[in-house]
């Protein structure tokens, strides 16, 4: 039947699309100069991920959006590591680790005109012992001449090695057709498959910001739950901490105690661990050092948790050092730099004296909720029709385009289509959210309106 003008089966797949659960994570992982950025451009199938040639360029934009063959993944780059002529072994495992961890699937680099270097055997234990499933690329196999080469990869015990030229795009279908056999449908994290076990906090913030002072004094302070004891988890990055009656986890506590000294790459390094942590959380605590301006990096820090559609929780750090003229100057930061994210729950505190701690669970709490929350289908559009009577969108070109109906068509974070009679400009869209936030909460929560337009 159908409805307002559209087809049943139209508003079902609209819906479907609109409410995917999170995406499966892969990671492409290898030396420097394999290819892997390059790879990653074919993979996602546009030139965002930039191939720097010039040295020391950070990106700070490691995940990204794919599609292949009807199935929608998440990709990690680990190109951006800027090569450490010191430890050279160590930064790529370094960087390898935290990518793998946040992992469902590995696709491993190799640059099949070199062969297999110490530094790919120091990665290939790595994935041994992360167990993931692995999709060996034996990239640069720009012609049959090369095949040889590639196929020389046996020898890591890694299967198949896959001949690929990322630079022009031979072998990439048939590789990406074997990653799809690798990645699971949905996160091994599902938020739906952990159901009864802790929430998974992520703790960020751009360096020195006291991300370590905090965990330390919760830790400290609550009760840490020996992870052993607790038969839940294995995974010693992560951390079981019980506060305020309940035990959460907070992932990637480690990259958060251990302080990795490094010169270049540093930035990227940090990049990389802010998102693989986000990646496995349902919640990020962000946190802010609120002696200081709101920077750049910090905000980049957000629209990550934003854009990897995560609760958030904003933590004004230092505050035992704020006299009154900073704190005046804070607010009006706030006010201009994370206007994005005003409908985060805040918390000002002090890592270094404990104030306002046992704030955090309660504005942790309230963000979760926000996240799941489900508004029933006959309240938003009975809210819908009201808003649209009172608050036509504008005519434009003589016509009103209206939203017709709506649904959610997920949560966590939540997600909504509109079907509407025209479309439905930005401008609106926004006044929409800002009423259905007003209307419903969705404190602490992004959210997600896509808008489907009558044939
Ligand atoms: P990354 O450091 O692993 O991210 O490597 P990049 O993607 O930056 O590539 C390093 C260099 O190898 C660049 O100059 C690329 O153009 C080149 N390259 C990447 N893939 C191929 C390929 O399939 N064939 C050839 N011939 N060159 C490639
Ligand atoms: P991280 O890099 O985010 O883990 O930051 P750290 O926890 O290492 O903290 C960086 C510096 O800020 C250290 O010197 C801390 O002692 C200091 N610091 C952290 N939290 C606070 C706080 O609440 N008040 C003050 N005054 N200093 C703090």
Same mark, same amino acid.
């Given at each position: 039947a159908a409805v307002e003008g559209f087809d049943a089966e139209d508003v079902e797949g609209a819906i479907e699309e609109a409410g995917h659960g999170p995406l499966p994570v892969l990671a492409i992982v290898g030396r420097p100069n394999v290819g892997k950025s390059t790879l990653v451009n074919r993979v996602i199938g546009r030139r965002e991920a930039v191939v720097e040639d010039k040295p020391g360029v950070t990106r700070d934009r490691v995940t990204y959006e794919a599609e292949w063959a009807g199935r929608r993944f998440k990709v990690v780059d680990t190109g951006g590591w800027e090569q450490d002529v010191l430890g050279i072994d160590a930064s790529v495992a370094a960087q390898a680790e935290y990518a793998i961890e946040a992992a469902d699937a590995v696709v491993f680099v190799v640059d099949a005109t070199v062969g297999a270097t110490d530094t790919d055997e120091a990665v290939v234990r790595l994935l041994r012992k992360a167990g993931k499933p692995v999709v060996l690329c034996a990239n640069k196999v720009d012609g049959p001449s090369v095949e040889a080469d590639a196929a020389m990869l046996w020898s890591l015990g890694l299967g198949e090695p896959h001949p690929v030229s990322a630079l022009h795009g031979r072998g990439t279908g048939d590789m990406l057709d074997a990653v799809l056999e690798a990645l699971p449908e949905a996160p091994a994290q599902s938020f739906g498959t952990a159901v009864g076990g802790p929430r998974r906090i992520a703790l960020i913030g751009r360096p020195n910001v006291g991300k370590s002072s905090l965990l330390n004094k919760v830790a400290n302070e609550e009760r840490v739950v020996v992870n052993e004891l607790a038969g839940t988890t294995r995974d010693p990055v992560d951390e079981l901490i019980e506060l305020g009656g309940v035990t959460w986890k907070f992932v990637d506590t480690a990259g958060i105690r251990k302080r990795v000294h490094l010169q270049q790459g540093a930035d990227y390094y940090a990049s990389l661990r802010t998102a693989a942590a986000v990646e496995k959380a349902e919640v990020a605590v962000i946190l802010i050092d609120a002696s200081e301006s709101i920077s750049v990096q910090d905000q980049r820090i957000v629209t990550m948790a934003v854009e990897a559609g995560r609760a958030i929780v904003l933590a004004y750090n230092?505050? &035992?050092?704020? &006299?009154e003229e900073r704190r005046y100057y804070l607010e009006r930061e706030i006010e201009t730099e994370l206007a994005q994210v005003a409908w985060a729950p805040r918390v000002n505190v002090s890592a270094r004296t404990g104030r306002h701690m046992e704030k955090l669970v309660p504005g942790i709490e309230t963000a979760l909720a926000g996240w799941e929350t489900r508004v029933p289908t006959g309240r938003l559009n009975a809210f819908l029709g009201e808003l649209v009577a009172a608050h036509p969108h504008p005519v434009r070109g003589g016509k009103q385009p209206r939203i017709l109906f709506g649904t959610q068509a997920g949560t966590k974070p939540p997600r909504f289509v509109l079907f509407a009679s025209g479309f439905i400009e930005h401008g609106y869209r926004r006044f929409v959210e800002r009423r259905l936030r007003e209307e419903f909460g969705f404190e602490g929560t992004p959210i997600h309106i896509s808008v489907r337009v009558r044939e």
């Amino acid at each position: 039947a159908a409805v307002e003008g559209f087809d049943a089966e139209d508003v079902e797949g609209a819906i479907e699309e609109a409410g995917h659960g999170p995406l499966p994570v892969l990671a492409i992982v290898g030396r420097p100069n394999v290819g892997k950025s390059t790879l990653v451009n074919r993979v996602i199938g546009r030139r965002e991920a930039v191939v720097e040639d010039k040295p020391g360029v950070t990106r700070d934009r490691v995940t990204y959006e794919a599609e292949w063959a009807g199935r929608r993944f998440k990709v990690v780059d680990t190109g951006g590591w800027e090569q450490d002529v010191l430890g050279i072994d160590a930064s790529v495992a370094a960087q390898a680790e935290y990518a793998i961890e946040a992992a469902d699937a590995v696709v491993f680099v190799v640059d099949a005109t070199v062969g297999a270097t110490d530094t790919d055997e120091a990665v290939v234990r790595l994935l041994r012992k992360a167990g993931k499933p692995v999709v060996l690329c034996a990239n640069k196999v720009d012609g049959p001449s090369v095949e040889a080469d590639a196929a020389m990869l046996w020898s890591l015990g890694l299967g198949e090695p896959h001949p690929v030229s990322a630079l022009h795009g031979r072998g990439t279908g048939d590789m990406l057709d074997a990653v799809l056999e690798a990645l699971p449908e949905a996160p091994a994290q599902s938020f739906g498959t952990a159901v009864g076990g802790p929430r998974r906090i992520a703790l960020i913030g751009r360096p020195n910001v006291g991300k370590s002072s905090l965990l330390n004094k919760v830790a400290n302070e609550e009760r840490v739950v020996v992870n052993e004891l607790a038969g839940t988890t294995r995974d010693p990055v992560d951390e079981l901490i019980e506060l305020g009656g309940v035990t959460w986890k907070f992932v990637d506590t480690a990259g958060i105690r251990k302080r990795v000294h490094l010169q270049q790459g540093a930035d990227y390094y940090a990049s990389l661990r802010t998102a693989a942590a986000v990646e496995k959380a349902e919640v990020a605590v962000i946190l802010i050092d609120a002696s200081e301006s709101i920077s750049v990096q910090d905000q980049r820090i957000v629209t990550m948790a934003v854009e990897a559609g995560r609760a958030i929780v904003l933590a004004y750090n230092k505050w &035992d050092t704020l &006299d009154e003229e900073r704190r005046y100057y804070l607010e009006r930061e706030i006010e201009t730099e994370l206007a994005q994210v005003a409908w985060a729950p805040r918390v000002n505190v002090s890592a270094r004296t404990g104030r306002h701690m046992e704030k955090l669970v309660p504005g942790i709490e309230t963000a979760l909720a926000g996240w799941e929350t489900r508004v029933p289908t006959g309240r938003l559009n009975a809210f819908l029709g009201e808003l649209v009577a009172a608050h036509p969108h504008p005519v434009r070109g003589g016509k009103q385009p209206r939203i017709l109906f709506g649904t959610q068509a997920g949560t966590k974070p939540p997600r909504f289509v509109l079907f509407a009679s025209g479309f439905i400009e930005h401008g609106y869209r926004r006044f929409v959210e800002r009423r259905l936030r007003e209307e419903f909460g969705f404190e602490g929560t992004p959210i997600h309106i896509s808008v489907r337009v009558r044939e």
